[in-house]
């Protein structure tokens, strides 16, 4: 999960950066050979792919930061996160695709670097993989998975996130419910908020919110990395040589990267993403076949979809978005906490203009929501929009204000799970919304324009 934050430094590579400055960059960078010896590799495809490795790396920080952001414990070294970031060739797109933790893997034969002892294939958990062969059999494992040959490899920690969030001034992030989690503590309430660096690794750890575990942990992950790259290309990062300077050095200084990851690498990049912006990244995660696989002597692993998994890695080694296809500009959907598909709305026209009840209804329906098709009108004209809830069905009324801003919501005791719209004389349009269930898989593409607040 940490791994969201080295994006950043491919993003935050500015042209107008000297080489020299990025010279003295590269060389604090710790260097890691996870690509020696390797044989019988995937053949190379168009573009770039980086994997990106998040570890605990928890002896990096101080005692003070571990009790305010609950990281106590010994460091456990493993990996919690893993990701691919697939920069095309003509250097214009970016997609993520996480590789959830649990997912069920077999390590190709090796030897333990530890003992020199001999150990052939078997089926483990994929993040056990570097705990039992460091980043080379990490790497070997996801290339014998995806048959996509990994370029460049980068692994971040703890304190590597916080520093470059601390830099970069905070990032928004926007919740439509609150997300309290006891075991990272972290408590934020509905709405948009800037996160510094502790409380942005609370947000990104936090898997015990939603019953989702690391599946929604991942979507949360994927929407930082977005907001992220938003904040990093709309704050002027790119344009000054000393912020730039001073946001990759707290991302470099707690990196581990290939020894062909270097300066001409990062200028190269930065010169071709001068205009990178949220649009240009799409997200996702491998398609999930089961969420419980049993595994003896294993447990409970997450089974892939393999012929979805090959169609999307296939698409990585050609070089294609994944969200080809779809219409690249337009407002983006609004995230809601319950389905629209489960509210019910009645709408009434609360002003003299002819049709409007019936233009709203159509809209509501358009973007998912239940309503009755049979609109009416109210007994009195309204110069706001309004619409009436029962309180039990609160979280289902934010949802339909979502889509209509600026509406006011009236409480009504009693009135059951049927919401009204009173479209009054302010009623412009109808936003769209989307409902992304924690329960599930991401198996969809995001844009990150689609995900940002």
Same mark, same amino acid.
């Given at each position: 999960?940490?791994?969201?934050?080295?994006?950043?430094?491919?993003?935050?590579?500015?042209?107008?950066?000297?080489?020299?400055?990025?010279?003295?960059?590269?060389?604090?960078?710790?260097?890691?050979?996870?690509?020696?010896?390797?044989?019988?590799?995937?053949?190379?495809?168009?573009?770039?792919?980086?994997?990106?490795?998040?570890?605990?790396?928890?002896?990096?920080?101080?005692?003070?930061?571990?009790?305010?952001?609950?990281?106590?414990?010994?460091?456990?070294?493993?990996?919690?996160?893993?990701?691919?970031?697939?920069?095309?060739?003509?250097?214009?797109?970016?997609?993520?695709?996480?590789?959830?933790?649990?997912?069920?893997?077999?390590?190709?034969?090796?030897?333990?670097?530890?003992?020199?002892?001999?150990?052939?294939?078997?089926?483990?958990?994929?993040?056990?993989?570097?705990?039992?062969?460091?980043?080379?059999?990490?790497?070997?494992?996801?290339?014998?998975?995806?048959?996509?040959?990994?370029?460049?490899?980068?692994?971040?920690?703890?304190?590597?996130?916080?520093?470059?969030?601390?830099?970069?001034?905070?990032?928004?992030?926007?919740?439509?419910?609150?997300?309290?989690?006891?075991?990272?503590?972290?408590?934020?309430?509905?709405?948009?908020?800037?996160?510094?660096? +502790?409380?942005? %690794?609370?947000?990104?750890? &936090? /898997?015990?919110?939603?019953?989702?575990?690391? $599946?929604?942990?991942? #979507?949360?992950?994927?929407?930082?990395?977005?907001?992220?790259?938003?904040?990093?290309?709309?704050?002027?990062?790119?344009?000054?040589?000393?912020?730039?300077?001073?946001?990759?050095?707290?991302?470099?200084?707690?990196?581990?990267?290939?020894?062909?990851?270097?300066?001409?690498?990062?200028?190269?990049?930065?010169?071709?993403?001068?205009?990178?912006?949220?649009?240009?990244?799409?997200?996702?995660?491998?398609?999930?076949?089961?969420?419980?696989?049993?595994?003896?002597?294993? +447990?409970?692993? %997450?089974?892939?979809?393999? &012929? /979805?998994?090959?169609?999307?890695?296939?698409? $990585?080694?050609?070089? #294609?978005?994944?969200?080809?296809?779809?219409?690249?500009?337009?407002?983006?959907?609004?995230?809601?906490?319950?389905?629209?598909?489960?509210?019910?709305?009645?709408?009434?026209?609360?002003?003299?203009?002819?049709?409007?009840?019936?233009?709203?209804?159509?809209?509501?329906?358009?973007?998912?929501?239940?309503?009755?098709?049979?609109?009416?009108?109210?007994?009195?004209?309204?110069?706001?929009?309004?619409?009436?809830?029962?309180?039990?069905?609160?979280?289902?009324?934010?949802?339909?204000?979502?889509?209509?801003?600026?509406?006011?919501?009236?409480?009504?005791?009693?009135?059951?799970?049927?919401?009204?719209?009173?479209?009054?004389?302010?009623?412009?349009?109808?936003?769209?919304?989307?409902?992304?269930?924690?329960?599930?898989?991401?198996?969809?593409?995001?844009?990150?324009?689609?995900?940002?607040?």
């Amino acid at each position: 999960m940490r791994a969201v934050t080295t994006l950043s430094v491919v993003v935050l590579a500015s042209a107008g950066i000297g080489h020299a400055v990025m010279s003295s960059l590269d060389a604090g960078i710790a260097r890691v050979d996870a690509f020696k010896d390797m044989k019988n590799r995937p053949r190379a495809g168009h573009g770039t792919n980086v994997l990106l490795v998040g570890t605990d790396g928890r002896d990096r920080i101080t005692e003070q930061e571990r009790r305010a952001y609950r990281l106590g414990g010994a460091p456990c070294h493993c990996t919690d996160t893993m990701m691919i970031v697939h920069i095309s060739e003509n250097r214009d797109r970016a997609t993520v695709v996480s590789l959830p933790r649990d997912s069920y893997a077999e390590v190709p034969a090796h030897t333990d670097p530890a003992t020199g002892l001999p150990h052939g294939p078997h089926p483990i958990r994929l993040n056990a993989a570097y705990a039992e062969g460091g980043p080379q059999l990490t790497v070997r494992t996801v290339e014998n998975m995806t048959h996509v040959k990994i370029d460049h490899y980068l692994e971040v920690d703890f304190a590597s996130f916080m520093k470059t969030v601390d830099v970069l001034g905070g990032v928004p992030v926007c919740t439509t419910t609150p997300l309290k989690d006891s075991y990272t503590g972290l408590d934020l309430a509905p709405g948009t908020h800037t996160l510094m660096g +502790g409380q942005a %690794l609370q947000y990104v750890r &936090a /898997r015990h919110i939603d019953g989702a575990s690391d $599946l929604g942990r991942m #979507k949360r992950q994927q929407q930082f990395l977005a907001e992220l790259i938003d904040r990093a290309t709309s704050s002027g990062v790119l344009l000054n040589p000393m912020r730039f300077r001073d946001v990759t050095r707290a991302v470099l200084g707690s990196v581990r990267a290939d020894v062909g990851f270097g300066t001409d690498e990062l200028l190269d990049l930065g010169r071709a993403m001068r205009n990178f912006s949220p649009s240009s990244s799409e997200f996702t995660t491998v398609p999930i076949a089961q969420l419980d696989y049993q595994v003896k002597g294993i +447990g409970s692993t %997450l089974k892939w979809d393999e &012929a /979805r998994t090959a169609r999307l890695f296939a698409s $990585l080694r050609d070089d #294609k978005p994944l969200s080809a296809g779809r219409p690249q500009h337009g407002p983006s959907a609004a995230p809601v906490e319950v389905d629209p598909r489960q509210i019910r709305v009645l709408v009434a026209n609360g002003t003299g203009t002819a049709g409007l009840a019936k233009r709203v209804d159509a809209a509501l329906a358009a973007t998912g929501f239940a309503t009755t098709h049979q609109p009416v009108d109210a007994p009195a004209h309204v110069p706001r929009t309004v619409i009436s809830y029962d309180p039990r069905w609160d979280r289902s009324a934010r949802s339909l204000a979502t889509a209509l801003p600026g509406a006011g919501l009236s409480p009504v005791p009693g009135q059951g799970p049927l919401l009204k719209v009173t479209a009054g004389a302010d009623f412009k349009d109808v936003r769209k919304v989307r409902f992304d269930d924690p329960q599930q898989p991401q198996q969809n593409v995001v844009r990150g324009n689609e995900v940002v607040c």
